[in-house]
């Protein structure tokens, strides 16, 4: 069975930083896609950051562009995203999720598993 586990998440103050793991269970990351998505309350959900199969590949969205930085380690079976410079806007609920294949892609309907989400809460 599939399993994503999001951990990391917490009360940090405007210009802190935090790092999001996500470790995977019940299969090889090899073959996947990664995507770290946010949902604030009352908005919709929105891809952060994406990785390719290989990490040779990563796509951030342009609201966390040179703050965020996504990671992966497949000998592990985790990801990573390092979050520097946060912003009271990137308070939010944190996912990660597997898309199948080698390139990635910040749309969420493309992503077939899910974590249930860490919380980010970002403020002084």
């Known amino acids: 069975q599939v399993q994503l586990v999001e951990s990391g998440g917490g009360l940090v103050q405007p210009g802190g930083s935090l790092r999001l793991s996500c470790a995977v269970s019940g299969f090889s990351l090899d073959y996947y896609a990664i995507g770290w998505f946010r949902q604030a309350p009352g908005e919709e959900r929105e891809g952060v950051s994406c990785?390719?199969?290989?990490?040779?590949?990563?796509n951030y969205a342009d609201s966390v562009k040179g703050r965020f930085t996504i990671s992966r380690d497949n000998a592990k079976n985790t990801v990573y995203l390092q979050m520097t410079s946060l912003k009271p806007e990137d308070t939010a609920d944190y996912y990660c999720?597997?898309?199948?294949?080698?390139?990635?892609?910040?749309?969420?309907?493309?992503?077939?598993?899910w974590g249930r989400g860490t919380q980010v809460t970002v403020s002084s």
């Open positions: 990785i390719s199969s290989v990490g040779d590949i990563a």
């Open positions: 999720a597997l898309e199948y294949g080698y390139l990635c892609s910040l749309a969420a309907q493309e992503y077939d598993h």
